[in-house]
């Protein structure tokens, strides 16, 4: 099955709501005596993010159609931009922009593969015109 893609309508998410973590690959061991020991009890680490974005009606429309329709309310993958790389300048070590010939700085590209995490979008309206969509996605490895 092809993942979908993420609706390119729609604005990157707040930076204020932003939240991720790792899910626990692993096992805890018990032993007689000392601290806690660990193994890995699976390879496959997801990670659980929580998003939210701002949007206008016709925005809201989009996102709707997308999670209602196109990923069955969150049941099929699909890619997103990282938005913690994507779209960001590239550094050197001296974190500086890197530019290209012709001065403009080199952006870099990252895409997640997704899907709807354990919470559902919840909508809130903002602003008197506008709509703050909350939700969270598992960004698989």
């Given at each position: 099955m092809t993942p979908l893609n993420w609706p390119s309508e729609l604005d990157k998410p707040e930076r204020n709501?932003?939240?991720?973590?790792w899910n626990d690959p692993?096992?805890?061991r018990r032993g007689e005596t000392g601290g806690p020991r660990y193994r890995r009890r699976y390879s496959a680490v997801a990670k659980p993010v929580s998003l939210s974005l701002v949007c206008t009606r016709l925005q809201k429309g989009v996102f709707d159609r997308f999670f209602e329709q196109d990923t069955n309310f969150g049941s099929r993958v699909f890619r997103m931009p990282d938005p913690t790389t994507d779209g960001w300048a590239m550094l050197d070590e001296n974190g500086t922009a890197v530019l290209d010939e012709n001065g403009v700085p080199i952006l870099m590209s990252a895409q997640w593969l997704c899907l709807f995490g354990a919470e559902?979008?919840?909508e809130t309206v903002v602003e008197q015109v506008k709509f703050r969509l909350t939700f969270t996605v598992a960004v698989l490895p």
């Open positions: 709501s932003w939240n991720a973590g692993r096992q805890k559902l979008p919840k």
